[in-house]
Each structure stands twice: as structure tokens, then as C-alpha cells.
């Protein structure tokens, strides 16, 4: 094995592993947020969790971008070829 | 492993390759036409159970593209419409056996923002002209025509990324936990996976009419500010 695909895989998992952090503390924000709203006005809670699951759903892809990096990094790379 | 990233033609049409995500994207899209034509030819006043459901479906598709566009849903209905119901359709068509989501190959993803992106233009295009479009590019003031422009690409991108990137993960982890533990082992991932499907087809459609929107919007002021503004 030459270095290049060594960084490659390294580098994958790195990406994939500090991308993730983000992401999952803006999730846990979001959530805590929503909850909060939800106690103070259980009558709202249909529109704040239909809107909560599209915000997760945008936060998360954060997380996605770096997983297709990463991906990217493994099977499709340009300097290996 | 198999690269997620590269599709495998199955058999090839003269000298174009098919791959499996075009045959199953040409079976949803019989499967769709041939049912909405079947459904809507015999539409009655007082409408049977099957008409009555498919009327709910239409009647809360109008809902949100009001909610979201604050515009009359009629020009746009069958556009994201017919996004949101292919998009969710192809995303859980994992469920039959051996049929992998076409929206899980990055082409058809591609043909899907290409498809947004020129509805945008011709949604602007046909609400204020050629020259009314292109002046909402110099929208807060002409410094921001180059951003602007950028923006138009790289959202139209990172719908792509989007979509592609959460169905893909979705078969590409199942497909490792199913290589690794197993059997029944990934069916809690799978239920996983369908909600990500609903949800991301849901969010595809609310992001064209978002920026359907703010194409249309943009230029209501400017072309017919006072005709528009006097009706209540």
C-alpha cells in the first residue's frame, strides 16, 4: 500500500468523524428547543415537530456532505487511479 | 464492495447502456401515469372512497405549496406535485426485494435539481419576462449579481448532495450491517431508512417551491405592483 491511499483512508475517517460533531450538537440543540416549545404550548406541537423534522433532516445533511467526501475519498478517488 | 457512486449497466439498448435505476425510474413512472390516468377518468361530483383519497393527497399538496409559496398553488401543483410523489415513490421502492432506489444513483438525483433548476428560470421567466428574471438577480443592489448567480448553482448542487447522499447512505449502511450481523438485522435501519425517504422527498419539495418563490415573489412588485396590490 503507497501513502496516498493510506491518507485517503485516513482522511476519510476523519472527515466522516469531526463532521459528524457538528452536526449532532445542533441536533441536540434543535431537539432541547423544540421540547421547550412543546412544554410551554402543547396546543403548537403538531406544526413544531413537522417543522422539527425538516430542520433535522437539514442539520443532518451537514453530516451527509462529509459521509459523500469521505466516500469520494474511498472509491472514486483521483490520485489513486 | 461495489462503489456507490458508479452504476452498473444491466444490458445495453443499442449503444446506450441501461442501468437498473432507469429501468425501475421507467417503472414508477408507468406505475404513476397509468394510475393517475385510471383514477381521474371517471371523476364524479360525490367522489367514491379511492377518489375521495386521492383528492386528500392533491387537496394537502395545494395546502402546502400555499403555506410555503404564499402564491395560488394551480401554475406550480403539478410540478412539485409530481416531484414530491416520484421522489417518494422511488425512495421506498427499497421495499420490493431486489429493486434498489433509482434516487440513490447520483444521475438520477442530477436530472431531478436540473429539473428544478430550469423550472425556476421558466416559473420567473413566464411571471415577469426575460428582463424582469434577470433583474432579480440585481435583487438588494447590482453588487450582489455575482453571488447571486453563484447561489444559483450551488443550491441547485447541494439539492443534489442531498438527496442522493441521504437515500445512498441509507442502502450503504444497510448493505454493510446486512454483509456483518445478518438476516433480520437491518430491518430497524430500514424503518429508519423509509422515514429518512419521506422526509427528504418532503424537504425536496419544499426547497423547489422555495426557490420557485422566490423567483416568482420577487418579481411581483416590480411588473404589477398597484393591480396587485388593491385586490384584497
Redesign the interface.
Known amino acids: 500500500m503507497n501513502w496516498l491511499a493510506f491518507a485517503s483512508i485516513i482522511s476519510a475517517a476523519i472527515a466522516v468523524s469531526f463532521g459528524a460533531i457538528g452536526p449532532a450538537l445542533g441536533e441536540g440543540r434543535a431537539v432541547a428547543a423544540a421540547m421547550d416549545a412543546i412544554a410551554r404550548q402543547p396546543e403548537a406541537a403538531n406544526v413544531i415537530s413537522r417543522t422539527l423534522?425538516?430542520g433535522l433532516?437539514?442539520i443532518?445533511?451537514m453530516a451527509?456532505?462529509c459521509?459523500?467526501i469521505a466516500?469520494?475519498l474511498l472509491?472514486?478517488n483521483p490520485l489513486l487511479k | 464492495m461495489t462503489s456507490p457512486l458508479t452504476s452498473v449497466a444491466l444490458f445495453y439498448l443499442g449503444p446506450v447502456p441501461i442501468t437498473a435505476g432507469v429501468v425501475t425510474t421507467w417503472v414508477i413512472m408507468a406505475v404513476l401515469v397509468i394510475g393517475g390516468i385510471l383514477v381521474s377518468r371517471r371523476l364524479s361530483l360525490v367522489p367514491s372512497k379511492t377518489q375521495a383519497f386521492f383528492e386528500l393527497i392533491v387537496d394537502t399538496v395545494d395546502g402546502q405549496i400555499r403555506d410555503t409559496m404564499r402564491l395560488e398553488p394551480t401554475p406550480y401543483r403539478a410540478f412539485v406535485g409530481t416531484l414530491f410523489i416520484f421522489i417518494f415513490v422511488a425512495n421506498w421502492s427499497s421495499l420490493i426485494p431486489g429493486v434498489e432506489p433509482p434516487t440513490a444513483h447520483i444521475e438520477t438525483d442530477a436530472a431531478l435539481a436540473l429539473l428544478v433548476f430550469i423550472a425556476v428560470i421558466w416559473f420567473g421567466v413566464r411571471a415577469g419576462g426575460i428582463r424582469g428574471y434577470l433583474s432579480t438577480f440585481a435583487s438588494p443592489n447590482p453588487i450582489m449579481i455575482p453571488l447571486n448567480f453563484i447561489e444559483s448553482l450551488t443550491r441547485t448542487f447541494s439539492l443534489l448532495v442531498r438527496l442522493f447522499g441521504n437515500v445512498m447512505s441509507g442502502v450503504f449502511v444497510i448493505g454493510i450491517v446486512l454483509s456483518l450481523a445478518g438476516l433480520l438485522v437491518p430491518i430497524p435501519l430500514m424503518a429508519l431508512d423509509l422515514l429518512t425517504g419521506a422526509v427528504q422527498a418532503y424537504i425536496f419539495a419544499i426547497l423547489a417551491m422555495v426557490f420557485i418563490a422566490g423567483a416568482v415573489g420577487e418579481i411581483k412588485p416590480a411588473s404589477n405592483t398597484l393591480s396587485q396590490r388593491r385586490s384584497p
Open positions: 423534522f425538516v433532516a437539514m443532518e445533511t451527509i456532505y459521509l459523500v466516500l469520494l472509491f472514486a
